[in-house]
């Protein structure tokens, strides 16, 4: 038998067992508000009799049946002149690049009928082939109407004329007094980019290009400086890492901006090659929920835990040591040390923060265990983060002085994402050109001369070089909406080049040996050998003379971090990543304080539920020197180290559209100095409570056998577990009147007939999956899935057809219950306890397409049937409302379309994919928008099985593995989620469904599902 | 490339058309105009026009300007001709932006005579003013209009009758010197009468009620049903002339059918690839064929495109409209299922204005299912599942529904 621990969704759990227990009864926890609407006044006063009401009943169906009778005509107007290769209705393919500053992918457009509906990987790139959840979702932001339809002149709209003529104007003004001109931008990795930055700073005397991150990292750059001799992050190569120990760094979450969760998947598979990952934090983040071991430290701890085992790998090696003081995990410090020594040159000790001296630390250690060129390649320049805060600094002092003559943002927006956002807003004042590149009239275009349009990524055209060798281009992949350019178009034109950007691209890359520029569109990457070499070696020993440790911190400190949805708040505007629900959190819409359960008993702070399950939380004043944020609401966070508490980046925007301004809080005006966390952090009850939108008490499965998980010492050398359904893999049996059977053996139900053509099953790893949410935004693009909004999801209505469960552990286990001659009412009770740090695990839930499905049964009018290839259909039109399905659904995954989220926009205007008709350009046309009163759910997307099916009829041919892959699946970029014809002996699903790791959620209901579960695996000692 | 293959295979069948034409018709005489204008108009129409420029010269009265052995050596190898460096021929090369001309060495020197004697004994007068009156009326389909108006004729013809005889009885009844009535009277003595007579109502009621209900049942029925649904279309393109007459395959211009889920109206490209060079139709002239060039932005004096023309779209109205939860794919059916265009949409090629020829009711969509067999032959995707159906079904006729064709979901997601 697996372990049998307990794992609870929320602290509401904890606290309120009766709110969980009728929660559980209830998909729908409220009744609808009929007592409302008909004891409101207005509608006892009316003169309305019943018989006149019946008669205008009557009238208007008559009349509406008569108005029905008469067909409208439908115009068909197709294309003057065809465009070449495009047949309506099949979708076009484009390899383009995403890139907006801070994420960065190379993808596949896929583009229907001329538009852009759809990001997806392209996996054929070798390094940036893997889209995050944001990636996904910035398809929607390209159809937001809020964009900036037109450059703007001083405030106003204008036409491109007087913008060029003034800006022009500026600029020769700045030349003539002497004063600086500044380009400042985010990380720019393009190298065709930098060459106009040059071009434009040879027209111009004076010029000077300024690099900012957001989220800086401008510390940890100028450490792998001296390390390396170039201010550049290597590149870190998880494939390789047996043993990776984190203090403190996200890398499966937001990192450097190398995303490295494929390459960690590779070696998270059960077998001797998986690895193990400890993880030392003070936020509980996506990465410490991955981790087989985590321990919880403050962050200003980081610099201790690090010198701890640098100097314990530094006796072993015979390296001197630094003097550092002791930290509070001094005792697990030995192991981890060991441990490391042991996989010497297979290890990788990363660091998070932007701290110089736990950056050197990091690479000292890698160093002496013999890391680098091997787990660290430092040949390998990383590109994506170059922000250098000192040359931000001066720039600022330098605009306050009025030394300032012209400034240009590119891709970055300092009066919002800064510390010094406010100082730069008065500086900018001093500064008499000053020129936004925005698709916003965000913070920081509000307060410029002059705003020059941008486009979208999927407008423009680039080359990038995120890493050493590997270049990515960007293609455009829609005509521009508006009247945009991209902002090195007009640094080309005011520079007096009138090349337009693209002739300038290719021109660049035309004329190289063995490379046509067609060839590199196309396939959107190109890979060169090409490897930065340093003259010297790199080095981290020398520096360890200057690096000093300083003592842990006894105040709060208060720790940033970006959320998987949010990122630094660029997409602020797009209501898929707002109801996103945290990975960890499971809130969506809000940004908020987390804190431990401890530390929230010590300062009075309260997290509650009401009675319909919707989470309230106190509100607090977080003060920091002279700045003040108020308004924050807390949330009581397990695994949050105490004396820390954590708030996400990104939120609190302002000028951005409906989705996006006013939720949650900026965070960035505390971000003081660029550092990722700060002490001395004062927080203050407010009065009230906030309204958190989370999905975490919904459709609680508590008590049962959900997630399974085993050691991997248990899963190697465990000898009864030879195959599926044996050992810790056994499967509950039935006593029946003959013989114990398991529950697909006993039922009473005829099978279906699944061995005759295709049998559709879905396979999800629960080793592999992170639970980074790409899939559910997938979901939302492929199948057009509605957003409800904050106060539809604190009703519990959310409408996502694929959910992540995350359910934290317990200390209190039945084993651990038997031993110490626990009572079982007792050892319930304990089983609610989390334990000091939680362990963690993600599970994806979507319709399990079950073979002898419960909600088939109770459908009055058969809208929901099932298919001889496996699948649950669901047929909207049919769909009468009665919800039974969803009652008697054990896997809660059937959503109800309680309003019209479609042309709604009065009430739902704030998701303009389906409320705007720009918006609505985004939709999928092969899936149907549902309306007002049918149930809906994941259909395993049935389009595109019907579309691989298809191709191989047209082609005559199988369905070859891998021909159908649902948008969750093409998502994962770790393989986690794998979907495929059970029939085909070939398929890896065949495989994976006779894997020992196999099973199927709630087997005990019998539904024999067709969507299966593999067991969690965690590299710990028993 | 599809494209471009039908294109060659229409002109090589216009070619193989016109060439068994030369061979029945050989004439004895000398410049027979009749042979002359079957050549021509498989041979020359394509380019040259007799009354103005086309992409070539206008050819009326060519004889007056050119001397015949001229025309002769032109028309069978005029790049021979411009070659030997015969000055007309080079200047009329290069008046015409140097458009090559075929050479026609297979017409023998009687055939250019023939061609010649038609072209001085011109065309024939542009089209008659009957054939715009055919097509008004045929567009305009005022024939439902047309049946009002007999109906009215026929009820006021009765009524005139019914008071003719009413006078007539009076009459009678005058002569007769018995007192006269009056028709409201003669009315209500019959009504009182029936209205007295409970089996009379009871049967009225009944008949009345059947009727009603029926009515009510086949109209509540049809609603959205726009089975023969004909709307008049913005150009009167006729599928006959393509389809039928000129046998042009269906998925020349309706490309899309077997590639995707839409069989697409086609874009005036597509058009343009004949008409290009068919300026003229054989009914309605040069009227329909000008909207296409005013969408397009083609001149018919130049032959040529303008350059920087706005294109207008044409707005075709659409005939088939299923329902939007309806999920149909053409290529599943056309290319997948080999199932002819006909089934569903009917004689097409006999149809002079499309019309919807089948309902497109779910009801008829199961119907096929059921009947139709599933096309397994040669399709390496059913090799394996034919013989496990087979198997399972114990027969060797594997219709649509044995393979899921009647799921919910198949067609609607």
């Not at chain 1, 015979?318 to 192991?335: E, F, H, R, T, Y």
């Not at chain 1, 630094?568 to 707002?578: D, E, K």
């Amino acid at each position: 038998m697996a372990s049998d621990k307990t794992y609870w969704k929320g602290i509401g759990e904890l606290e309120n067992p009766e709110m969980v227990e009728k929660l559980s009864s209830n998909e729908f926890p409220d009744e609808i508000p009929v007592e409302d609407f008909l004891t409101q006044q207005e509608s006892q006063s009316s003169n309305t009799s019943r018989r006149d009401f019946l008669k205008f009943l009557g009238f208007s169906t008559a009349a509406a049946t008569l108005a029905a009778c008469e067909a409208p005509v439908i115009e068909s107007i197709p294309y003057v002149v065809a465009p070449d290769k495009l047949v309506p209705g099949i979708a076009s393919y484009y390899a383009t690049t995403f890139d907006d500053g801070y994420d960065f992918a190379s993808v596949l457009v896929k583009t229907r009928e001329g538009r852009p509906i759809k990001f997806e990987p392209n996996k054929d790139a070798k390094y940036a082939g893997s889209i995050n959840a944001r990636v996904q979702a910035s398809v929607l932001n390209l159809y937001d109407s809020t964009r900036l339809k037109d450059p703007v002149n001083n405030g106003e709209y204008s036409e491109w004329a007087p913008v060029d003529n003034g800006i022009k104007e500026g600029l020769e003004k700045a030349a003539a007094s002497g004063k600086r001109i500044v380009v400042l931008s985010s990380s720019i990795n393009s190298p065709s980019s930098k060459k106009v930055i040059k071009a434009f700073s040879e027209a111009y005397p004076n010029v000077s290009h300024v690099t900012v991150d957001a989220f800086s990292y401008s510390n940890a750059l100028d450490a792998s400086a001296e390390v390396f001799g170039v201010r550049a992050f290597p590149y870190f190569k998880f494939k390789k890492a047996a043993h990776i120990v984190s203090v403190g760094g996200d890398f499966l979450g937001d990192w450097i901006g190398q995303a490295v969760s494929a390459d960690y998947a590779t070696r998270r598979k059960p077998g001797k090659d998986m690895s193990r990952h400890i993880q030392i934090e003070a936020n509980l983040s996506l990465t410490g929920s991955n981790s087989d071991i985590r321990h919880r430290v403050k962050p200003s701890e980081y610099g201790a835990v690090l010198a701890g085992i640098y100097n314990r790998i530094a006796s072993a090696t015979g390296n001197s040591s630094v003097s550092a003081p002791k930290s509070s995990i001094d005792a697990q410090l030995d192991a981890i040390a060991n441990d490391l020594m042991e996989a010497k040159g297979q290890s990788l000790v990363i660091c998070g923060g932007n701290d110089r001296n736990n950056w050197l630390l990091t690479y000292g250690i890698n160093q002496m265990l013999g890391n680098f060129g091997k787990t660290i390649k430092h040949q390998k320049r990383n590109n994506l983060r170059q922000g250098n805060d000192k040359s931000f600094n001066s720039l600022l002092a330098d605009m306050e002085a009025g030394r300032v003559g012209a400034l240009f943002m590119v891709q970055t927006n300092p009066v919002y994402q800064s510390a010094q956002g406010q100082t730069f807003a008065k500086a900018l004042e001093k500064v008499d050109c000053s020129v936004s590149f925005s698709d916003k009239f965000d913070e920081t275009a509000n307060l410029c001369k002059f705003v020059a349009a941008a486009h979208h990524p999927l407008e423009s055209w680039n080359d990038s070089e995120p890493f050493t060798g590997y270049y990515s281009f960007m293609q455009p992949a829609i005509r521009p909406l508006f009247n945009t350019r991209q902002w090195q178009y007009c640094l080309l034109k005011w520079s007096g080049n009138d090349s337009d950007y693209q002739a300038f691209l290719k021109n660049n890359w035309s004329g190289r040996e063995g490379i046509s520029t067609d060839a590199l569109f196309h396939d959107g990457y190109y890979t060169e050998k090409k490897e930065y070499d340093s003259e010297t070696e790199p080095n981290a020993m020398t520096a360890m003379s200057s690096v000093k440790v300083a003592k842990p911190g006894e105040d709060t400190e208060l720790v940033f971090y970006t959320k998987t949805g949010m990122g630094i708040g660029n997409l602020s505007n797009n209501p898929w990543l707002q109801e996103l629900p945290d990975p960890i959190s499971r809130v969506s819409w809000d940004n908020y304080l987390t804190i431990s359960a401890a530390q929230a008993a010590d300062l009075g702070l309260k997290n509650k539920n009401r009675s319909n399950g919707a989470l309230d939380g106190s509100l607090v004043t977080l003060k920091h020197g002279d700045t003040t944020i108020e308004n924050v609401p807390v949330l009581i966070q397990p695994g949050q180290a105490y004396g820390t508490v954590g708030l996400a980046v990104g939120y609190g925007r302002n000028g951005v559209g409906k989705a996006g301004d006013n939720v949650g809080v900026n965070a960035f005006a505390m971000m003081k100095a660029g550092m990722h966390s700060i002490g001395g952090v004062k927080i203050e009850q407010q009065d009230g409570w906030h309204q958190f939108a989370c999905v975490q008490l919904h459709h609680t499965m508590m008590g049962r056998r959900i997630v399974q998980e085993i050691t991997l010492d248990k899963f190697l050398n465990d000898p009864s577990a030879t195959e599926n359904g044996k050992g810790w893999n056994e499967r509950t049996q039935f006593e029946t009147i003959g013989e114990k059977l398991t529950s697909d053996k006993a039922n009473l139900w005829s099978d279906f007939d699944h061995e005759t053509g295709h049998f559709w099953n879905m396979s999800i790893d629960l080793n592999t999956c992170t639970g980074c949410g790409a899939c559910v935004i997938a979901c939302h693009a492929e199948n057009n899935v509605p957003v409800v909004g904050k106060e539809e999801i604190r009703m519990s209505r959310d409408m996502h057809w694929l959910r992540i469960d995350r359910y934290y552990s317990s200390d209190m286990t039945k084993e651990k219950a038997a031993e110490e001659g626990v009572g079982s009412r007792k050892m319930y009770k304990a089983m609610e306890d989390p334990s000091a740090s939680p362990e963690v695990v993600f599970q994806p839930v979507m319709c399990q397409h079950c073979n002898h499905a419960p909600c088939e049964t109770v459908c009055p009018v058969a809208a929901t049937v099932h298919s001889t290839e496996g699948l649950n259909h669901m047929a909207y039109n049919r769909c009468i409302g009665t919800r039974y399905c969803a009652n008697n659904c054990p896997y809660k995954v059937r959503r109800f379309n309680w309003f019209l989220y479609t042309d709604n926009p009065d009430h739902f205007g704030v998701n303009y994919a389906l409320n705007d008709d720009l918006g609505k350009m985004v939709l999928n046309p092969d899936v149907t928008v549902r309306t007002r009163g049918v149930m809906e759910k994941c259909s395993f997307c049935i389009q595109r099985i019907q579309l691989g099916k298809l191709e191989a009829k047209k082609e005559g041919r199988k369905v070859k593995d891998g021909d159908v892959q649902t948008a969750c699946m093409q998502a994962c970029d770790t393989g986690a989620i794998q979907f495929g014809d059970v029939n085909d002996p070939e398929s890896k699903i065949a495989a994976l469904k006779s894997d020992k790791r196999m099973y199927h959620l709630l087997e005990d209901v019998g539904t024999q599902p067709s969507v299966f579960y593999q067991t969690k695996v965690r590299n710990k000692n028993a | 490339m599809n494209k471009q293959r039908l294109f060659y295979q229409l002109l090589v069948g216009m070619f193989l058309m016109s060439m068994s034409l030369f061979a029945q018709d050989e004439s004895e005489l000398l410049g027979d105009p009749d042979n002359g204008k079957k050549i021509f108009t498989g041979q020359c129409a394509a380019c040259h026009k007799l009354d103005k420029k086309a992409i070539g010269p206008a050819l009326g009265g060519v004889a007056e300007r050119r001397d015949m052995d001229w025309i002769i050596a032109w028309t069978r190898n005029n790049a021979q001709l411009r070659a030997s460096g015969d000055k007309d021929a080079i200047a009329i090369f290069e008046e015409y932006n140097g458009s090559l001309m075929p050479a026609f060495e297979y017409l023998s020197e009687q055939d250019v005579k023939d061609i010649v004697a038609y072209t001085m004994a011109g065309a024939k007068p542009k089209p008659s003013p009957d054939d715009d009156k055919i097509t008004t009326t045929e567009v305009g389909g005022d024939s439902d209009d047309g049946s009002i108006w007999i109906i009215l004729g026929l009820a006021i013809f009765l009524i005139v009758l019914i008071a003719i005889l009413v006078k007539v009885k009076n009459t009678l009844k005058v002569i007769k010197g018995d007192p006269t009535s009056s028709l409201l009277e003669d009315a209500s003595v019959f009504t009182k009468v029936a209205v007295r007579n409970r089996k009379v109502i009871t049967l009225f009621t009944i008949v009345v009620a059947i009727f009603l209900l029926n009515q009510l049942y086949w109209s509540l029925m049809s609603i959205g049903v726009e089975e023969g649904y004909q709307p008049e279309q913005p150009i009167a393109f006729s599928h006959k002339l393509h389809a039928g007459d000129n046998q042009i395959d269906c998925q020349y211009c309706h490309y899309g059918a077997e590639k995707g889920k839409h069989s697409n109206i086609p874009s005036v490209s597509v058009c343009m690839n004949c008409h290009q060079y068919v300026q003229e139709g054989p009914k309605h002239g040069e009227k329909e064929i000008d909207k296409i060039y005013a969408a397009v932005g083609f001149d018919r004096e130049t032959s040529q495109y303008i350059e920087g023309y706005e294109k207008k779209p044409v707005k075709w109205v659409r005939i088939h409209n299923l329902p939007d939860l309806a999920y149909f794919s053409h290529a599943q059916h056309v290319n997948a299922g080999n199932i002819e265009c006909q089934t569903c949409h009917g004689p097409v090629e006999e149809m002079e204005e499309v019309y919807q020829y089948s309902p497109l009711t779910m009801g008829w969509c199961i119907n096929c299912h059921r009947e139709t067999e599933v096309d397994t032959k040669e399709n390496g995707y059913y090799e394996e599942m034919h013989e496990k159906l087979k198997a399972k079904h114990g027969t060797d006729k594997i219709t649509v529904d044995m393979i899921g064709g009647l799921e919910c979901g198949k067609c609607h997601y």
